[in-house]
């Protein structure tokens, strides 16, 4: 049996009995889909993702990517070829498509639960699998050549990139000085150097396009002055689809990792062994725009690889101590001759495996949350509408799934659920160390938990005038403050809510004290990771406990099966034991909110 371990019952639970996809389904846009076509979906996709495309997981980090200084060319191991190409095959990347472009009709969330069983099944073979997507984002904005150059990047199962990162620049993308220079038949040439460009080379498809920022000539400096190009490796004639001469982007670098090694990281270099041909998208200098197009995917899709794969890792954690015999019973510890136990009997590996539970399921329904939001834009966007608050809730959830998710799922693997296995999680014999290690990225790339943090506060609450979070916090309050059960859940929820309101009204004061004192402005920027964490955790216990709350109306029927009974004791006992173990740590960073100085940011850097 592969390493893959799925939840399936949690992700249908999230779905159909918490979230009311079920009210959604029969009906536009989604009218040929009902609860067991989607459960039929995900039950292929779960077949797939723990056979055949799970399969090469180990030898996607045992067996690197070959690179040929010579040709810039890169061979992928045998294994990640196959995985790649079942997934592909499968056409399962056609949920995340509008029919329009090939794709189907399927709800945002059931798309990305379905993302979920395929990324961390195989995240290194999941990562080279973004033509589709990055091809639809091209067709939307695109000229018509290029929405045709687009289709053919379907049909013919090319693969894409996104091409922001450079060596000096980092993070500052609007610090970037890779340039265009635009030529007299509307083309333009494109020169510089990029990094860390995910599946930039490969011999997976024929052709790779890449989605490329770069400052034209005479534009602005920073971000604003940066527009988007399309760099093909091959020149394609769009009449008779055929691949012509090599473009001037080669791979000059492929980086040796700590993780996801077979997703191959590489250094694009543009324009030096002849011209890096250029077409700017939509024919507009429009670049950031475009590009977040990418980006917030790209960030959704974080998100969610990291609660897949702490889902992954709790399980095999599970299994491993419903197995594992060692020491007598705590009641019986004296005692030489009391049988051995398996571990999951001992009181802190119960508590261990209660966190990683808890963080599991509650990461997951913070994504299948977002998602949700999704689901609504898409219904009003059918009848040619926009639900700006849906949008706008979306969008303040996508840096907590992708900052919090992150982190709290690299975190809990590596001191909770490869603890579980003692000694053994350290061994190759085991998943578990290649999870910590495949995870650790995703609180790195696609903007570091610290972005995340400054994104939340400064784009998604003070930007926004707070209406989003408004609306979302009071979606808590009004659960917190109704129901008969979960008393002292629901008492912790509302003081967790006013300690995070709390936490936010200082950094908001500061912003607008900022104005006279601009250092004050400081005090916000050293809170704004600690917000992200404290938002993140409420968030988490209010999903946990809406869960309980629908599982205790099933526990009151008399028709459950012994399995689903005990499913739905867990999402109870999971609710109260976060919101008792959890919850009390944020009152405590209101207290460290509350002292915050510039003494810190006054101390010299020799200091440091």
């Known amino acids: 049996m592969g390493h893959y371990k799925t939840n399936l019952r949690d992700v249908e639970f999230n779905l159909f009995e918490v979230n009311g996809l079920p009210d959604l389904l029969g009906q536009a846009p989604f009218e040929d889909l009902d609860v067991a076509t989607a459960c039929s979906l995900l039950s292929e996709v779960d077949r797939l993702a723990t056979g055949v495309f799970a399969d090469s997981f180990v030898d996607s980090d045992r067996t690197s990517p070959v690179f040929d200084p010579g040709t810039g060319s890169v061979t992928m191991p045998e294994g990640v070829k196959k995985s790649f190409q079942a997934w592909m095959d499968s056409d399962f990347h056609r949920v995340f498509l509008e029919p329009e472009f090939g794709g189907q009709s399927v709800p945002a969330s059931l798309a990305w639960a379905v993302g979920e069983l395929a990324m961390a099944a195989n995240p290194s073979a999941y990562l080279m699998v973004t033509g589709p997507t990055f091809a639809q984002i091209l067709w939307k904005i695109g000229t018509p050549e290029q929405r045709r150059f687009a289709e053919l990047a379907l049909a013919r199962q090319w693969m894409a990139t996104m091409v922001l990162t450079e060596p000096d620049a980092g993070s500052d993308v609007g610090a970037g000085r890779t340039k265009a220079v635009e030529q007299p038949d509307g083309t333009w040439h494109i020169e510089g150097v990029k990094r860390f460009i995910t599946g930039a080379e490969h011999d997976l498809s024929e052709n790779i396009f890449h989605l490329v920022l770069a400052r034209p000539e005479g534009a602005a400096l920073g971000s604003k002055g940066l527009s988007l190009f399309l760099v093909p490796k091959y020149f394609v004639d769009l009449d008779t689809v055929e691949l012509g001469a090599r473009n001037g982007v080669y791979v000059t670098n492929v980086e040796k990792k700590m993780g996801i090694k077979s997703s191959a990281t590489c250094e694009l270099a543009f324009g030096q062994k002849h011209p890096a041909v250029g077409y700017l998208v939509g024919n507009v200098h429009d670049g950031i725009r475009q590009m977040f197009l990418v980006i917030e995917g790209a960030r959704m899709t974080v998100g969610i690889k990291a609660a897949g794969t702490l889902s992954t890792g709790y399980l095999n954690a599970l299994d491993y101590a419903q197995d594992r015999l060692q020491g007598p019973d705590l009641t019986h510890m004296g005692d030489a001759t009391a049988p051995r136990v398996p571990i999951i009997k001992h009181p802190d590996v119960r508590r261990s495996l209660m966190i990683q539970k808890a963080y599991a399921e509650g990461l997951r329904a913070l994504y299948l949350l977002a998602a949700s939001y999704r689901d609504r834009v898409q219904v009003a966007q059918q009848s040619s509408e926009n639900d700006?608050?849906?949008?706008?809730?979306?969008?303040?959830?996508?840096?907590?799934?992708?900052?919090?998710?992150?982190?709290?799922?690299?975190?809990?693997?590596?001191?909770?659920?490869?603890?579980?296995?003692?000694?053994?999680?350290?061994?190759?014999?085991?998943?578990?160390?290649?999870?910590?290690?495949?995870?650790?990225?995703?609180?790195?790339?696609?903007?570091?938990?610290?972005?995340?943090?400054?994104?939340?506060?400064?784009?998604?609450?003070?930007?926004?005038?707070?209406?989003?979070?408004?609306?979302?916090?009071?979606?808590?309050?009004?659960?917190?403050?109704?129901?008969?059960?979960?008393?002292?859940?629901?008492?912790?929820?509302?003081?967790?809510?006013?300690?995070?309101?709390?936490?936010?009204?200082?950094?908001?004061?500061?912003?607008?004290?900022?104005?006279?004192?601009?250092?004050t402005i400081y005090k916000a920027g050293l809170n704004t990771s600690r917000l992200l964490y404290a938002v993140g955790d409420l968030v988490v216990a209010w999903l946990l406990c809406r869960q309980a709350d629908v599982a205790l109306t099933k526990l009151a029927r008399n028709d459950l099966t012994e399995v689903d009974r005990d499913f739905y004791h867990g999402k109870v006992a999971v609710a109260r034991f976060f919101a008792s173990s959890v919850l009390p740590h944020v009152k405590a960073e209101v207290t460290v909110a509350n002292t915050t100085s510039l003494d810190l940011m006054h101390l010299s850097d020799s200091c440091f």
């Open 388 to 519: 700006h608050l849906s949008a706008g809730l979306n969008e303040l959830l996508l840096p907590i799934v992708k900052g919090l998710s992150s982190e709290r799922a690299y975190s809990v693997l590596s001191t909770e659920s490869l603890q579980t296995l003692g000694g053994s999680g350290f061994l190759q014999d085991y998943p578990l160390e290649q999870y910590v290690r495949d995870s650790k990225i995703d609180t790195l790339y696609e903007g570091t938990t610290a972005i995340q943090g400054m994104d939340l506060f400064f784009r998604k609450i003070v930007r926004d005038g707070g209406k989003a979070w408004s609306h979302l916090a009071g979606r808590i309050r009004q659960f917190a403050e109704t129901g008969d059960d979960l008393e002292a859940e629901r008492r912790l929820l509302l003081e967790t809510l006013n300690d995070v309101q709390t936490i936010i009204d200082m950094m908001t004061n500061w912003v607008d004290e900022a104005v006279e004192d601009h250092e």
